[in-house]
C-alpha cells in the first residue's frame, strides 16, 4: 500500500506541477482545497464508527487532532484567497471536481485500511511543506505567512505519523 500511495502522489504532483508551472497562488489554492478533505472524511468515518459502537481508546484523540487539522487548512485556504489563488473559474472547477473524488476516496480507504489512509496525507503533508520551502527559497525567505503555514504542514505531517503508531499499537 506504501508503494502504492507514493506512486499516487508523484502521479498526482507531476500533473499539477505542469498545469501550475509559474502559478503560486492558484497551485496553493488547489493543494490546500484538497488537503483538507483527508481530514474531513477521518472525521466522518470516526463519527460513523462511532454511532456503530465500534468506538477505540484512541477515538476522542483522533476526532480532536483531525478537527483541529481541518480547521488549520481551511485557514490556509482562506489565505490562499486573499492572494488571489481562486480567482480563476478553471482552478476552483479543478479543485470542487477533485475534491469530490478524494473526499470519497480517502472515506473508503480510511474505513477499510487507516494506517495506509494516514500514510498517504501524511506524504501529502511532507509535500506541501517541500512546496512551502521550495517557493520561500524563490522569494528568499521573504513572505512570513508562508514560513508560518509551511510550519503547519510539517506540524501535520508528525501529527499524522503519531496518529498511524497510536493505531498500530
Ligand atoms: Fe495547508
Ligand atoms: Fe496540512
Do not use: C
Request: charged fraction near 25%.
Amino acid at each position: 500500500m506504501k508503494t502504492l500511495n507514493k506512486i499516487t502522489l508523484d502521479v498526482t504532483i507531476t500533473i499539477i506541477d505542469f498545469l501550475y508551472r509559474g502559478r503560486h497562488f492558484p497551485r496553493f489554492w488547489v493543494l490546500e482545497e484538497i488537503a483538507r478533505a483527508p481530514y474531513f472524511a477521518f472525521l466522518s468515518v470516526l463519527h460513523l464508527r462511532e454511532s456503530l459502537g465500534l468506538r477505540t481508546e484512541s477515538h476522542f484523540y483522533l476526532m480532536r487532532e483531525h478537527f483541529e487539522q481541518s480547521v488549520n487548512e481551511t485557514e490556509h485556504l482562506v489565505y490562499m484567497e486573499s492572494r488571489g489563488g481562486n480567482s480563476y473559474w478553471i482552478d476552483r472547477f479543478v479543485a470542487r471536481h477533485l475534491v469530490l473524488i478524494y473526499y470519497w476516496v480517502n472515506v473508503v480507504y480510511y474505513w477499510l485500511f487507516p494506517v495506509s489512509a494516514y500514510h498517504l496525507s501524511y506524504l501529502i503533508e511532507k509535500h506541501a511543506a517541500e512546496t512551502y520551502r521550495k517557493y520561500l527559497a524563490f522569494v528568499d525567505g521573504q513572505d512570513t505567512k508562508i514560513e508560518e503555514i509551511m510550519q503547519d504542514e510539517i506540524n501535520h505531517s508528525n501529527e499524522l505519523h503519531k496518529a498511524m503508531e497510536l493505531i498500530l499499537q
